[in-house]
């Protein structure tokens, strides 16, 4: 069984940086994509950013582009999101999905591509 646990959430001032972990647990995984989605209050869940193996490619929303960073230790299994200058409407749960399969660039930004998933962590900018 695969297990994806997400670090490093917490309560930062806006114009601040904080940085997400995602450990991958369990059997042989090796993912073939990868992403961070979040989900305010009331709203959907929706893509932040993402990585594909094949092609070694990296994804961002328009709205994490310039400020979001994702990368990866393939040795450690884990996932990071460096997120800087941080607004207080970035406020929302971060969830860590995977796939084990390939994920066609037009379905990368979709959550039901993922077959994965961490338990999310509060992620709070205050203004």
């Known amino acids: 069984q695969v297990q994806l646990v997400e670090f490093g959430g917490g309560l930062v001032q806006a114009g601040e940086s904080l940085k997400l972990s995602c450990a991958a647990s369990?059997?042989?995984?090796?993912?073939?994509?990868m992403g961070w989605f979040r989900q305010a209050p009331g709203k959907e869940r929706e893509f932040v950013a993402g990585?594909?193996?094949?092609?070694?490619?990296?994804y961002y929303a328009d709205h994490a582009k310039g400020r979001f960073t994702i990368s990866r230790d393939d040795a450690e299994n884990t996932l990071y999101l460096q997120m800087n200058s941080l607004k207080a409407e970035d406020t929302a749960i971060y969830y860590c999905?995977?796939?084990?399969?390939?994920?066609?660039?037009?379905?990368?930004?979709?959550?039901?591509?993922?077959?994965?998933w961490g338990q999310g962590a509060q992620v709070t900018v205050s203004s």
């Open positions: 990585f594909r193996r094949k092609g070694n490619i990296k």
């Open positions: 999905a995977g796939s084990g399969r390939y994920i066609i660039t037009s379905q990368t930004t979709n959550p039901r591509s993922y077959d994965y």
């Open positions: 369990g059997r042989a995984f090796r993912p073939e994509a």
